[in-house]
């Protein structure tokens, strides 16, 4: 969308991921660079690279993310491991943490428009945040911080010119929804009130563009769910 739209994009992701595919048909204005957003230095570089490819940074939309499911105790009565609540949360929270503080110190070099605005962060949570399921313990809490991170980033940063939201989609039909049997699969989609089908990626990135060209947008979290509430 972005591309389409005439902007200058990088793609970050994993470099397994379909990220480098995606870049290459969308033509030399997006450019991919393989980071993996637990590492400092991945995330340091591929900001870099971003500011470099686009000579500046004005958007960043901040979509890593993993769902590790999984009970805190287990079916023995033993507590489990702590390692998968620490790797969600070390991506999905503090990777997109590093990621927001790595972007605004390049928006603040940013020209300001006639608002004084300079740069916008757009980050992803969930409903889950809201109405967390049993067995998600990690993406829940994870989530739930990023979505409470929204204002108090939009206060901090607001001196210099940056806005701050969050998307907190539903049911969508994105890779974290590939491994999902088909019963389950149905059973997530029977929650929306309308319509009654997964979100697409192309509905999620209307949004976006929404809130960037509305600069009275800010502070807040936005569902995108056709009514769903998890249960």
Not at 46 to 53: I, N
Not at 132 to 142: I, L, P, R, V
């Amino acid at each position: 969308m972005f591309g389409a739209g005439g902007a200058t994009v990088t793609i970050s992701d994993l470099p397994n991921s379909a990220g480098r595919a995606l870049a290459d048909e969308l033509g030399e204005s997006v450019a991919f660079r393989s980071t993996d957003v637990t590492d400092e230095g991945q995330v340091t570089a591929a900001v870099d690279f971003a500011v470099r490819h686009g000579e500046g940074l004005d958007v960043c939309v901040n979509c890593a993310g993993i769902n590790l499911g999984g009970r805190l105790l287990g079916p023995d009565g033993v507590p489990r491991s702590l390692d998968r609540f620490r790797s969600a949360i070390e991506v999905n929270l503090i990777g997109l943490v590093d990621v927001i503080r790595r972007s605004v110190a390049a928006m603040t070099a940013n020209e300001p428009n006639e608002d004084g605005e300079r740069g916008l962060i757009v980050n992803l949570a969930s409903i889950a945040a809201f109405e967390g399921q049993a067995g998600q313990s990690a993406y829940t809490a994870s989530k739930a911080g990023v979505g409470a991170l929204t204002l108090q980033l939009a206060r901090e940063l607001a001196p210099v010119g940056i806005r701050v939201l969050a998307i907190a989609p539903g049911m969508m039909d994105t890779p974290m929804f590939e491994g999902i049997g088909e019963a389950e699969r149905q059973a997530l989609t029977d929650l929306h009130i309308f319509p009654r089908r997964l979100g697409r990626a192309a509905e999620l990135a209307g949004l976006v563009r929404c809130l960037v060209e509305t600069p009275m947008m800010n502070g807040a979290v936005i569902r995108i769910d056709a009514g769903a509430r998890l249960r």
